[in-house]
């Protein structure tokens, strides 16, 4: 469960350093350069990936106090 939780979290910051894959301006997206609409995208996936993060440790926590009351 850590291992997925680290990936959400991990995941952006290796697609933002990896700058060569993005270092271009077509295709365009309503007239915006790739360089800037594929930064703002990754905005959005980074909001959802640090949510779905958040929610597996909670679970993780829950699942390890029940594990301790016994």
Do not use: H, N
Not at 20 to 36: D, L, M, N, V
């Amino acid at each position: 469960m850590r291992v997925v939780i680290g990936l959400c979290l991990f995941a952006p910051f290796v697609a933002m350093l990896w700058v060569s894959s993005y270092a271009k301006t077509e295709p365009f997206f309503a007239g915006i350069p790739f360089f800037y609409w594929y930064q703002m995208l990754w905005v959005l996936i980074s909001t959802v990936l640090t949510m779905v993060a958040y929610q597996l440790w909670k679970s993780d926590q829950r699942a390890r106090k029940g594990g301790d009351a016994r």
